[in-house]
């Protein structure tokens, strides 16, 4: 199992386990993939951000590489430590974003193409007014991967801004490949005849899915994936010698239109009530369940 | 006037609430817009099991996509053929707004439908309103951090609802159905997938977004004895078990409980937390409740900004006095 975060993985995956002897044994015979992280540059939500007219103004922050993107990477790159091949990068944003590829490049990625779309909006703070929409964002992607070739795009699941998590479903859809979302795992499944084969884990709503996909295919990745590795010095000093291709589209036209109007502060509560020995207002609060109960399940 | 399309999802046998949910809030629209109409898509290998409920609930139309391929048991994963179902449910539905469940299964597929009919997706909305061609809604973002108001124009737009935005409400009377038979064909093989192995979350949990109460372990709670604690509570208030990502960590807790960004969305009547720290990736899983008890050994715990009532205490001695105290009252029926 790669990257495997501790207590996120149902109990029985002992069968499972067998599968990975079996990579060990047939892995000379079957060639290298090659995996492309698509990777996004959001402001750090745990930094100040602040409300400015119906605008986030996110000059007082920080912007990082996403969560979901970085387990996307962190997963990729532990596939090819076990099994070989290697890992590129996509980002489709501002020329800023660069920073944010020059750390997947350090956490061990060996390429990347920076997608700049031209015309992008006025207000930069209005962010993610500025940067194309799910739509537009995987038209980008689709026109780039087109002219590509690879055996998996990996995505994160959904980006900690906008958090839709639509892109990479969008993605697969335009380029006519099979997808996976949500997932927990990413292994090769080196079934003899072919063994061009992934088995993705997929955290459903109830159950985890062990799938087998045939490649190319596009997988959307949960944090729950791995623990994105923080790069090391050594990976930092190499990282600038890695090559960043810019690229510079047009904002695709013609696509159906989500705006968004305004952001507001989320709904407040009141102050919290703290409750002393007793909690008359936490137990008044919970009784009426405890008589009726909602229907037995 | 509006043409209201409303996906049914069926888990472990059954319509989900969110699927409920978000039918009666079509049906409140379709009340406030003269004229207009609520449907169901319904995809299931035995669809009619299902009919009554969906009357009950106030559906006027159904269309049935029926095929063996969405039985419980199949080698074919979900999501290519649900896409397929839902756009042939759409092209011959012709509705001018879709209203999906926010689950899992949704969330793989989103994005694809939408590609598919050429529509505008508005995913995880706490709240939406039908304009005359265009949709109006509230979606959380920036981890809960804001809301986004936000507006898609076009035939059909696609939204995803999040659990617990608004009630499901039975209708009086029972509405009469008509029925579609929606024609559907899937090739497996062009899927390019195969289902190896399906890890069951233990059987018998209440599902997370059925309840009016979720007790929510932290990674306080860090061993049996906590959790028999939780549970206890939990089975007192018919509340289904969530967890925070620290819980599920210790292993106390199965994965599918996860509560957050990652996790699910839950809005229940009552959210108790329980050993949480108040990380902003869960509390955008629980913003939404109506209420919030939150109990934590540290006063200054981030929880308690997120909490309408704070207890300050060590879990074990608090959990087995409140579940007490909790019997007691509830049995004087005061
Ligand atoms: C991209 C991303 C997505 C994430 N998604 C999620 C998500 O969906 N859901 C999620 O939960 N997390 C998510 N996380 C992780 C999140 O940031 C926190 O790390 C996690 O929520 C912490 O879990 P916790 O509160 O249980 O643990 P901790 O932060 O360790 O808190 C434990 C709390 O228990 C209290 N405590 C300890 N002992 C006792 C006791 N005896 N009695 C009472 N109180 C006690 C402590 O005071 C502390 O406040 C995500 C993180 C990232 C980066």
């Known amino acids: 199992m790669v990257g495997l975060c501790q207590g996120l993985h149902e109990q029985v995956l002992y069968e499972h386990e067998a599968i990975r002897v079996v990579h060990g044994f047939i892995r000379q015979k079957i060639a290298d993939m090659k995996l492309i992280v698509c990777v996004k540059q959001v402001p750090d939500v745990a930094s100040p951000l602040r409300l400015q007219e119906g605008c986030i103004d996110t000059s007082a922050g920080r912007m990082v590489l996403n969560a979901y993107d970085a387990s996307a990477t962190e997963g990729a790159i532990a596939f090819t430590e076990r099994y070989g091949g290697e890992v590129h990068a996509v980002l489709v944003g501002p020329p800023e974003g660069r920073e944010t590829l020059r750390k997947v490049l350090a956490m061990g990625v060996a390429s990347a193409v920076h997608i700049q779309v031209k015309d992008r909006a006025a207000c930069p703070e209005a962010v993610p007014n500025a940067l194309p929409e799910a739509q537009a964002c995987a038209k980008i992607l689709a026109d780039h991967f087109n002219k590509e070739t690879f055996d998996v795009i990996a995505c994160g699941k959904q980006a900690q801004d906008t958090d839709a998590g639509l892109t990479p479903a969008m993605l697969a859809e335009l380029l006519g490949l099979p997808f996976i979302g949500n997932a927990i795992a990413l292994e090769r499944d080196g079934n003899g005849r072919s063994g061009n084969h992934l088995l993705v884990t997929r955290q459903g709503d109830a159950d985890q899915e062990i799938t087998r996909i045939e490649t190319p295919c596009v997988v959307s990745c949960s944090n729950n994936m791995c623990d994105p590795r923080i790069p090391n010095i050594k990976g930092i000093m190499g990282a600038r010698n890695k090559p960043i291709d810019v690229k510079i589209v047009s904002r695709p036209a013609g696509l159906p239109g989500v705006h968004v109007q305004r952001y507001e502060a989320m709904p407040g509560r009141p102050r919290v009530r703290m409750l002393e020995e007793g909690w008359d207002k936490a137990i008044e609060a919970l009784v009426p369940f405890v008589k009726g109960g909602p229907p037995a399940i | ?334």
């Open chain 2, 1 to 334: 006037m509006a043409r209201l399309l409303t996906f049914a999802e069926i888990r472990a046998g059954r319509i989900t609430r969110l699927s409920l949910e978000a039918l009666s809030r079509c049906r409140e629209i379709a009340r406030q817009r003269r004229g207009s109409t609520v449907a169901v898509a319904i995809v299931s290998d035995n669809p009619l099991a299902h009919f009554e409920e969906l009357a009950r609930y106030g559906a006027e139309e159904v269309f049935a996509v029926t095929d063996t391929v969405f039985a419980s048991a199949t080698r074919t994963p979900r999501s290519a053929p649900l896409t397929a179902a839902l756009a042939g449910v759409i092209k011959q539905a012709v509705p001018d707004v879709v209203v999906l469940p926010s689950e899992e299964s949704v969330k793989e597929i989103l994005g694809a439908l939408a590609i598919r009919v050429f529509a505008p997706a508005l995913p995880d909305v706490s709240g939406f309103d039908v304009l005359d061609g265009a949709v109006k809604a509230q979606r959380p973002v920036f981890t809960a951090g804001f809301m986004a108001h936000v507006r898609a124009e076009g035939a059909p737009v696609l939204v995803s609802l999040r659990a617990g935005s608004y009630a499901a409400c039975q209708n009086p009377e029972p509405s009469s159905m008509r029925i579609r038979n929606v024609p559907f064909a899937f090739d497996e093989k062009v899927a390019g997938k195969t289902l190896r192995k399906v890890v069951k979350a233990a059987s018998g949990r209440i599902d997370l977004s059925e309840t009016s109460v979720v007790v929510a372990a932290g990674r306080g709670v860090r061993d049996e004895k906590g959790k028999r604690l939780i549970e206890e509570l939990a089975a007192l208030l018919g509340a289904a078990v969530g967890a925070s990502r620290g819980a599920i960590e210790a292993g106390l807790f199965p994965p599918s409980s996860l509560i957050g960004q990652t996790g699910k969305t839950v809005s229940p009547d009552v959210y108790i937390a329980v050993g949480i720290s108040g990380a902003l990736q869960h509390v955008a899983g629980m913003s939404g409740s109506r209420t919030v008890i939150a109990i934590n050994k540290d006063a200054d715990a981030p929880v308690f900004r997120h909490a309408t009532y704070g207890i300050a205490g060590d879990l074990y001695e608090v959990l087995p006095a409140f579940t007490e105290a909790l019997k007691q009252k509830a049995s004087t029926g005061d």
